[in-house]
């Protein structure tokens, strides 16, 4: 949420066409539901008679009649409901074909999600029907680019991932930490998503709502948190998004004297503009504790001037300086951090810290410099 994170085109596309087929059968499911048991021909009315996405749904993922598999259970289930309550049936798919462009209507005035507000109901027949989308993400082999239609090659998780990966330059777009190495066969940061896929399993494989982020933010701090709430239009505009509106140009990070210690620093994190989206951002990842005991833990019992001695040491290689070049040297590094602000890993918070210490312990740092 904090830094820019964006698929590129070629991903974006391909994504978007295995979301498209998620999107079409379940709509399909809801509004025109087969009269009974789901089959391989309805599945052929549905995508075309030559369509090769007749074999992937196939016998197995859809299993035979007398040996269903749990995805084809699922859909007979999800059909029968829309049967026997068709008009609401109708409203749900609306809602989700409404969520489906949530990307393409972020920023338009009173736009919020409707499902599954108000069908509550409706959200597990769903989620057992679009869930298993992104387990097949998830595996080795992904979706056929053949299948598919794909322009590049089989789409997958960890080819997501790695999609991310030039952009990144190893941060994480959440925390502004360290993402994670690249293994021989896998990458160290997780595939998130901004909306769970336990609360809007209909936008588990969209290709907006997939981000990298290190195993902290996804597994420990965000989870299954959702920061824009119930995604309405309150929430949604008191929220930052990867792709669109990352938060780093947005706030302002000061550190200041801690309340409880004369020498440790708390680090404040502000959005003049709409004061929710910082309290947001805080409250989902707890960056305001975690940078802060980031920087004492630097800063503890080797002084105020650890962040800039390997600096101090570079530039003046043993010979003693005066007062104003450590003036200098330390606006240098000021103007260095902010900078570098997603080109390098904590940044922002280096940059806070360091004008704290600029601002208020500058004899101290001389001392210790000198």
């Not at 035979?64 to 026997?84: C, E, H, I, M, Y």
């Not at 068709?86 to 920023?107: L, R």
């Not at 993400?137 to 790695?162: H, P, Y």
């Amino acid at each position: 949420m904090l830094h820019k994170r964006e698929l590129p085109n070629s991903e974006f596309e391909d994504l978007n066409k295995v979301y498209q087929v998620k999107l079409k059968l379940l709509c399909w499911l809801l509004c025109t539901p087969p009269a009974g048991q789901v089959t391989k021909e309805d599945i052929e009315t549905l995508f075309g008679k030559n369509s090769k996405l007749l074999g992937w749904f196939g016998t197995r993922r859809l299993g035979k009649p007398d040996k269903r598999t749990q995805f084809g259970q699922a859909l007979d289930v999800l059909a029968n409901k829309a049967r026997s309550e068709p008009i609401e049936a109708n409203q749900v798919a609306n809602a989700i074909e409404h969520d489906a462009v949530f990307h393409q209507k972020w920023h338009e005035p009173g736009f919020e999600l409707k499902f599954p507000c108000g069908f509550t109901d409706w959200l597990e027949p769903v989620k057992a029907v679009a869930e298993p989308f992104y387990d097949w993400l998830a595996s080795e082999k992904g979706f056929a680019k053949v299948v598919f239609g794909l322009t590049g090659c089989n789409m997958t998780r960890s080819k997501i991932m790695q999609a991310y990966r030039p952009q990144s330059l190893g941060i994480c777009g959440y925390c502004d930490g360290p993402l994670g190495e690249i293994g021989s066969k896998a990458d160290a940061n997780d595939c998130e998503h901004f909306f769970p896929k336990s609360k809007w399993p209909h936008l588990a494989i969209h290709p907006a709502n997939l981000f990298a982020s290190c195993k902290g933010c996804n597994e420990t701090w965000k989870l299954n948190k959702t920061p824009m709430g119930n995604a309405d239009e309150a929430g949604i505009r008191g929220t930052y998004h990867p792709s669109l509106l990352s938060g780093a140009s947005l706030i302002s990070v000061a550190a200041k004297q801690s309340p409880d210690h004369p020498m440790r620093v708390s680090i404040e994190i502000r959005d003049a503009a709409v004061p929710e989206r910082a309290q947001t951002l805080v409250e989902t990842l707890d960056l305001e504790a975690r940078w802060s005991n980031d920087v004492n833990e630097k800063m503890d019992g080797r002084g105020v001037s650890v962040f800039v001695s390997k600096a101090f040491q570079d530039r003046f290689r043993g010979q003693a300086p005066v007062e104003a070049e450590i003036d200098e040297l330390l606006d240098d590094s000021i103007i260095w951090a902010r900078k570098n602000i997603s080109k390098e890993e904590r940044s922002i918070r280096l940059a806070a810290a360091l004008q704290y210490q600029k601002d208020c312990h500058l004899a101290q740092i001389i001392q210790e410099l000198l």
